[in-house]
């Protein structure tokens, strides 16, 4: 039972006692898997792309900025970057002083490659007196990454991905903050403005709005392009219920309800706020220094113009339904459309009704659509692309993590392990509909595919509710197309020692 002080707690976070209960029945219950058909394969729901084809697409895409759509580049920025230096933690907790493993002995021996050298150097001759040469050489190397990690050093062990050093230039160092600026400048713009979005956590953002006035007219003067930076923080709303491990509502100690962040899945409403016409998605850390980034900028060009080629046949499509002018030669186009472009399978609608395969096909082709970019596996964790049943019945292209997947079902298992390509988060949104109006994202949620994630506080187990994530979950009943796009537009730095492979430096 919930007492007054939990209403007082649930009012402040917008949050209605409704939810608390279908959130404990989620925990109750559980999640269902996924019914798979197979895994996304080159002419299986995923689109390989000749020449002639990309440059019709880039061709596409230019032709349709210079008609002046608002264009919005989309980067979740909020992830803390304490992952990228586990192992440098692991080793300041460690029993011996001087490195041991592989990966400590490539971080030391390689120190004055990373583009936060600089930085780092001064910090340890104002803790120290002396640089980290000179401490490394004493045995000191656990002093160099405190100074590194430390509140009082650099602090990289607290701070944001978005606002570290990432790659060295002759003139600075650059953070992926301003390498997202410098691709929007380059693919993401429309009558000289580039509008870029960051979601990024309350506690940072003052960090990220005074690094952003500090850079922002350097880059506008180096384009010649005005900037709109925005941020935004995921909705107190979106958070979700911790719950024990008997499924009851857990307390802290003085007694309130504890929430918990419900994951990148929570962004999706952040998304469905924007103004936009067009959005481009991407993580924080998958960036380039500017000698890599034509690739990057011709195929963000390309599955954009993939995006507006095939909007516009959707338009033009519902638009011919709504004039009631048409013949079952369009719907037989319209069908084809569907099943061959967008690999949206609905069994059996070719033996309905005139009037019901019109009312399906108004239903599947006015939803928002996306362009995902995906590249051939090479054993990175994270979502692949399937063609997975819908709760109606309908198959269609989902992004798909391995908790949505049964891992009991040898055939599905198959099916996650012999998957030929993997998707880098590399998205390209349309979330307007055919008369101009913007789509309700959250309606396009399938609530069904969240995951419970175990946790604890202060000691005590838990259970966390994970949101249907944003490009998986959130996004399960848009229309998607899946574009293989080289693996050399994927770039993760997931740990510090990434830095150091050649794509970085």
């Known amino acids: 039972m919930l ?73 979740p920025a909020s992830g803390a970057a304490s992952r990228m230096f586990k192992n440098l933690f692991e080793f300041c907790e460690s029993d011996y002083d001087t490195p041991q493993t592989d990966f400590e002995h490539t971080f030391f021996d390689h ?14 001759h104002v803790l120290h007196g002396a640089g980290v040469q000179a401490l490394m050489s004493e045995g000191r190397y656990k002093d160099v990454v405190l100074a590194l990690l430390g509140e009082e050093g650099l602090n990289y ?41 960051f979601t990024v956590s309350t506690e940072h953002r003052e960090l990220f709005e005074q690094l952003v006035q500090r850079v922002l007219p350097l880059y506008e003067a180096k384009y010649g392009i005005k900037y709109q930076v925005s941020f935004s923080e995921q909705k107190p709303s979106t958070d979700t219920l911790a719950a024990t491990m008997d499924n009851e509502p857990f307390r802290t100690d003085d007694g309130r309800l504890l929430f918990r962040p419900g994951g990148h899945g929570a962004l999706i409403q952040n998304l469905s706020d924007l103004p936009s016409d067009v959005v481009f998605i991407k993580n924080i850390d998958n960036v380039v220094p500017d000698r890599l980034k034509p690739a ?38 319209m069908l084809h459309f569907l099943r061959n472009d967008l690999c949206c399978e609905i069994p059996g609608i070719k033996e309905l009704p005139t009037t019901e395969q019109v009312a399906l096909l108004q239903q599947k082709l006015n939803r928002p659509l996306r362009v995902c970019g995906v590249v051939k596996n090479v054993g990175e964790p994270g979502g692949g692309p399937f063609l997975a049943y819908n709760a109606d019945g309908s198959i269609s292209p989902q992004i798909l993590e391995s908790s949505q997947i049964d891992t009991h079902n040898p055939t599905y298992m198959k099916m996650f392990t012999g998957g030929t390509h993997f998707n880098p988060v590399d998205l390209v949104c349309a979330i307007r509909d055919y008369k101009g109006n913007k789509f ?15 946790k604890s506080k202060a000691g005590k187990e838990l259970k966390a509710l994970e949101l249907p994530g944003l490009w998986n979950g959130a996004m399960s009943n848009w229309n998607t197309i899946f574009v293989e796009v080289p693996l050399e537009t994927f770039n993760p730095v997931k740990t510090v020692n990434d830095l150091l492979r050649e794509q970085h430096q």
């Open 3 to 75: 007492s007054a002080e939990d209403r007082k707690q649930l009012d402040a976070k917008g949050i209605s006692e409704a939810q608390i209960e279908r959130q404990l029945q989620q925990f109750r219950e559980g999640f269902p898997y996924l019914r798979l058909k197979a895994a996304a394969s080159i002419g299986n729901g995923i689109l390989a792309l000749d020449n002639i084809a990309c440059q019709g697409f880039v061709e596409a895409w230019s032709n349709y900025v210079a008609e002046g759509h608002h264009i919005t580049k989309f980067v």
């Open 111 to 124: 120190i004055e490659q990373f583009a936060f050298y600089p930085a780092l150097d001064d910090a340890c």
């Open 157 to 197: 062990g607290q701070l944001p991905k978005g606002l570290l050093q990432f790659h060295a230039y002759d003139d600075c160092a650059r953070t992926p903050l301003e390498e997202h600026l410098v691709e929007a400048a380059l693919y993401a713009t429309s009558q000289g403005r580039a509008d870029v979005h």
């Open 296 to 333: 990057t900028t011709l195929w963000k060009q390309i599955i954009a113009g993939v995006l507006v080629d095939a909007q516009r046949t959707l338009f033009a499509y519902l638009q011919k339904l709504d004039s009631g002018n048409y013949g079952q030669a369009d719907i037989d186009e």
């Open 440 to 454: 309700d994202l959250p309606a396009f949620v399938d609530p069904a595919t969240g995951f419970i994630s175990y």
